[in-house]
């Protein structure tokens, strides 16, 4: 007899529902699987054969043939166990079938019959909604994830006897029931916190400019000044997500398996702290079977890339198109799949390869070939989409400890998220824009007028400093973010001194005080 059950597979961060078809009839007794199986769905004929045996029922000494459709994508992954078991018993007349073409079925079989949770609940489940099904069926270990997806009924179960009593109506299971609203309110609060840092008061007010425009941002500093401590701190002084961004995140990090089975909702905003050995495919995405990078890892939240320089150069070249675009495009001989990646850049570095070019306190031991051949490590395009550069010089020990504890994650946030209510009123209605940091140039000119006090500063303190056509374009956006701090509809002469400040390594990157 032939059964038919509905289940998905996830291709990039979405899933598309596929029809497993079990067919069992007499004959020489065979199992084989059709459709495109890659590795482990291939190798689910040993797991569906000895969880339907250990629980129970029989295993037909027939000829089984698993077809799995639409034929042309690849099916991977483990989930596909429980339907096909579920397949099996349905074709043997084990399972009703009168409530399969209601529920979509997702698992991975233990030998024992126990219902492994699998990675990628999020979008299957958004898959199952979305093409009208009443209910899906998931493991008892990824319910929660599951349940925060309205409008469809998740039954989680533990065990394939579970789902076979539920099918035939022996067994009810109540929809697990949270309301993902109250999850997302669980807004969990940052271990770090800006009151941990000492003194680095100018640092601090570059990340409240950086986190209220969007802008990303250059650290440059001895080794132990506090880069990677300010920068871990980033993410605590940015809005809080909104459900849709919380939704997109968790769907992104459900598909790389990285969630953990009791938040089924991901409230904070990510910090990807990428080591600098990552390959591009790490770090953009990629691979046979294409998974989310670490720039999607990081949606939503901060990218950091400590020792900048350290970074392979190809490897930095691929940050261009997230950077410019909010996601990223990998291109397979079969699909072409696009991957959201919209963050703040953090990129921190030693002036010098001995890390005290520049500083009071130490002298520098590199030759001057060294160094050029560190500057010449960085990336120019990558620089060029950053829009703050800025010096961290280090603190000393003594003023460290004596110094009181600076102003908290709390209060900063609030200021950010008054700018950014600005700038969402600012931008209604454009598509792309989320920020100050988008704008084009155009927008600029629409947005970021300057009066003739301004506009003299600006250009006296470009002459002096000797910076370029570029910086001028980034000095105005920075300008605008500092005046929509502060309240302002225009941008006024301070705001525009404060954001020259942000663009003085433009004249030399390494060596300003020397
Ligand atoms: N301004 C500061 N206030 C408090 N602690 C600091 C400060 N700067 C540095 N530290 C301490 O020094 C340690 C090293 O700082 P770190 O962020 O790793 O420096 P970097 O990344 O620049 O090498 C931090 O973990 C922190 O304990
Ligand atoms: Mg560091
Ligand atoms: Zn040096």
Redesign the pocket.
Same mark, same amino acid.
């Given at each position: 007899m032939l059964a038919k059950i509905i289940t998905s597979c996830v291709l990039g961060v979405e899933a598309l529902p596929v029809e497993v078809e079990v067919d069992v009839v007499f004959g020489l007794p065979s199992f084989s699987t059709v459709g495109l199986a890659e590795g482990a769905v291939r190798e689910s004929k040993d797991r569906v054969k000895a969880a339907i045996k250990n629980s129970g029922y029989p295993f037909p000494d027939k000829k089984i043939t698993v077809n799995l459709a639409p034929a042309d994508i690849k099916k991977v992954g483990t989930g596909f166990d429980l339907p096909i078991a579920l397949g099996i018993l349905a074709a043997e007349t084990i399972v009703a079938t009168k409530q399969l073409k209601d529920y979509s079925v997702v698992g991975e079989l233990a030998l024992d019959g126990f219902v492994r949770p699998i990675p990628g609940i999020l979008p299957m489940v958004i898959a199952a909604r979305d093409s009208g099904h009443k209910g899906i069926i998931v493991p008892e270990g990824n319910a929660e994830e599951a349940a925060v997806v309205k409008e469809i009924d998740v039954i989680g179960i533990r065990y394939l006897h579970q789902a076979v009593d539920f099918l035939s109506e022996t067994l009810s299971l109540p929809p697990s029931n949270i309301n993902p609203q109250v999850l997302h309110g669980n807004h969990k609060s940052y271990e770090v916190d800006f009151s941990?840092? =000492? *003194?680095?008061e100018h640092v601090k007010r570059a990340l409240e400019v950086a986190a209220a425009g969007g802008h990303n941002i250059l650290l440059t *500093?001895p080794? *132990?000044? *506090? =880069?990677?401590?300010l920068a871990r701190r980033l993410p605590t002084i940015l809005p809080d997500l909104t459900f849709d961004e919380a939704l997109e995140t968790t769907k992104i990090y459900s598909v790389c398996g990285l969630l953990n089975e009791r938040s089924g909702l991901m409230t904070q905003r990510p910090f990807r702290a990428p080591h600098h050995t990552i390959s591009d495919a790490g770090l953009i995405g990629g691979g046979n079977i294409p998974r989310p990078g670490e720039v999607s890892l990081a949606h939503n939240g901060i990218l950091f890339l400590d020792e900048l320089p350290e970074f392979k150069k190809n490897v930095l070249e691929v940050l261009r198109q997230p950077l410019e675009d909010g996601k990223v495009t990998i291109a397979r001989a079969s699909s072409t799949l696009t991957f959201p990646a919209r963050f703040v850049l953090v990129a921190?570095l030693n002036p010098c390869p001995c890390g005290h070019a520049g500083d009071s306190n130490h002298s520098c031991t590199c030759s001057p070939l060294q160094i050029k051949r560190y500057e010449d490590r960085l990336s120019g395009p990558l620089l060029d989409r950053i829009d703050i550069h800025l010096q961290?010089p280090a603190?000393p020990f003594h003023q460290?400890a004596s110094i009181e504890e600076g102003e908290n994650s709390k209060s900063i946030k609030e200021r950010v998220v008054s700018a950014r209510i600005l700038q969402r009123q600012r931008f209604q209605g454009k598509k792309k824009i989320y920020s100050n940091s988008q704008m084009s140039n155009r927008d600029l000119k629409k947005f970021c007028s300057l009066d003739t006090t301004s506009l003299n500063l600006l250009e006296k303190g470009m002459a002096q400093l000797g910076l370029s056509a570029r910086a001028y374009h980034r000095i105005l956006k920075i300008s605008r973010t500092i005046a929509d701090l502060s309240g302002s509809q225009t941008i006024k002469s301070a705001h525009i001194a404060e954001a020259i400040q942000y663009r003085r390594l433009d004249r030399n990157l390494f060596h300003q005080n020397s």
């Open positions: 941990d840092v =000492k *003194g680095q *500093g080794p *132990g000044s *506090g =880069k990677t401590m921190a961290v603190v460290v």
